[in-house]
């Protein structure tokens, strides 16, 4: 049964880049949420994906954004980088938007380094 | 808003003994759901346990168990016989009726052989 894969494991961009993470969610799960996870802190919602559109997001400004195929694999972008953005970002799977207790399966990440 | 606290950044504990991490949270909700996460060096977050909130009885997966306190709004995790494995982040997580997740800032834990 594979789980939440994401790609890059790591990144290391210039300040103004742009970067695309990658995520496939675990078999089965048609909704992904992204967080991004600074060093030595809990993680903080990005944005969720279901149904190839964005339904909830967090406060986050929108030079992040995502897209979600239909296969619900899930993209994150990230404009005009900053060095704030250096964290481990997480990608999270889960069974329906609102559905019951489901939880979220989490990736390895992508640890993005912002220079 | 919703609030998550863990007010523990560190633990420790003697390999085989127990112990209990605790997470406050804020909400005006009355239906959600609580959840344990575990980070080892690894990176990924593993699911602990989960409660949710309308049962009274507390959460168990065996050696790791909840004491959930809805009028207090506290919710701890207690892992008894603790092993070198157990040792990881740990963070509290509240999710709320919209399918969003709220983390505390963690929990380290080491085990002390």
């Known amino acids: 049964d594979a789980g939440v894969t994401q790609s890059p494991t790591h990144l290391i961009k210039t300040r103004g880049q742009q970067v695309t993470l990658r995520c496939s969610p675990k078999?089965?799960?048609?909704?992904v949420s992204w967080y991004q996870q600074a060093l030595g802190q809990g993680p903080q919602f990005i944005f969720q994906y279901y149904e190839e559109e964005e339904r909830q997001r967090g406060n986050f400004p929108d030079r992040f954004s995502g897209h979600q195929f239909p296969n619900y694999s899930s993209e994150l972008n990230v404009n005009a980088l900053l060095l704030g953005d250096s964290a481990l970002y997480l990608c999270?799977?889960?069974?329906?938007?609102?559905?019951?207790?489901?939880?979220?399966?989490f990736g390895n990440g992508t640890r993005l380094t912002v220079t | 808003a919703q609030t998550v606290t863990q007010s523990q950044p560190e633990m420790s504990v003697q390999e085989a003994e127990t112990v209990t991490l605790s997470c406050t949270y804020d909400t005006s909700e009355s239906d959600y759901y609580l959840f344990w996460y575990k980070q080892p060096p690894s990176r990924q977050m593993i699911l602990v346990i989960r409660?949710?909130?309308?049962?009274?009885q507390n959460a168990t997966e065996n050696r790791f168990s909840v004491n959930f306190q809805k009028a207090a709004k506290s919710f701890s995790l207690k892992i008894s016989d603790s092993q070198l494995g157990d040792a990881a982040m740990y963070f509290c997580?509240?999710?709320?009726?919209?399918?969003?997740?709220?983390f505390g800032t963690g929990t380290s834990l080491t085990v002390i052989p």
């Open positions: 999270a799977s889960s069974l329906g938007r609102d559905r019951g207790s489901s939880p979220l399966h």
């Open positions: 409660q949710e909130a309308y049962k009274q």
């Open positions: 997580a509240y999710r709320n009726p919209g399918n969003q997740f709220y």
């Open positions: 078999s089965g799960h048609d909704t």
